[in-house]
């Protein structure tokens, strides 16, 4: 079985400060991991993936995210937040091999002031 | 561009109406997703589809039915049973491989008249 649970389901930051939105897991199998953006009334777009290579993953719009098996995370972060970050984040997992069936978290709200 | 549409933006239903939700697809993907989003609940998936002429039923079936006939099209129909269709309703595809993550539509917002 598998589940995500993101931790905060608002964060609240200035413009050119850091992100940080914080994503645990859980997965009996080894695990693929995903962050999707959603900004209003939009489909989901694919910020970063991560399948079982390098750890610290890069993607789009300056976004990274760093995979700790120990601590089970996928925190995903930004050195300095834009006002056009503003949306909702979605911290997913799968089984690494197999049919994709994709696990959501409830997702977490950026809100980025000026 | 390639990409998914979903058609129409937003559509509302009467009592005992069923309506078709439109989703099409020109990324070559086998594998084609329906599912719902509600508010504070993220998305959770009503039906999939790996392959033409064959789909599976997800978390959350109930009330809905799709086809698919041809590898672009995977439509979504919600019967009247479906008691509380009010939702953010998302099309999605992907390569049918391991490790492959999925393309989403715009969405489309159904109410209740």
């Known amino acids: 079985a598998q589940s995500v649970t993101q931790l905060d389901s608002h964060v609240s930051v200035s413009e050119g400060t850091p992100v940080l939105l914080r994503c645990n897991y859980s997965?009996?199998?080894?695990?693929?991991l995903f962050w999707y953006v959603q900004h209003p009334n939009k489909g989901l777009q694919l910020l970063l993936k991560?399948?079982?290579?390098?750890?610290l993953v890069k993607g789009i719009n300056g976004f990274e995210a760093e995979f700790k098996k120990s601590e089970t995370s996928f925190h995903l972060t930004k050195p300095s937040a834009h006002m056009s970050d503003a949306a909702e984040y979605f911290c997913?997992?799968?089984?690494?091999?197999?049919?994709?069936?994709?696990?959501f978290g409830t997702g977490t709200r950026l809100l980025v002031s000026p | 561009d390639g990409g998914i549409t979903q058609s129409p933006k937003y559509l509302f239903r009467k009592e005992g109406q069923n309506v078709t939700l439109s989703c099409e697809q020109n990324?070559?993907?086998?594998?084609m997703y329906w599912y719902r989003q509600d508010p504070g609940q993220g998305l959770r998936l009503i039906y999939y589809?790996?392959?033409?002429?064959?789909?599976q039923k997800g978390d959350i079936a109930e009330g809905y039915s799709v086809s698919r006939e041809k590898k672009e099209s995977f439509p979504l129909t919600v019967t009247s049973a479906q008691k509380n269709p009010t939702a953010f309703y998302l099309c999605?595809?992907?390569?049918?491989?391991?490790?492959?993550?999925?393309?989403f539509g715009d969405g489309t917002r159904l109410s209740i008249l």
């Open positions: 990324l070559n993907h086998d594998a």
């Open positions: 999605a595809s992907s390569m049918a491989a391991p490790n492959q993550p999925q393309h």
């Open positions: 589809s790996q392959i033409v002429n064959d789909f």
């Open positions: 991560y399948t079982s290579a390098a750890t």
């Open positions: 997913v997992v799968t089984p690494n091999t197999g049919f994709q069936k994709l696990v």
């Open positions: 997965s009996s199998y080894s695990p693929s």
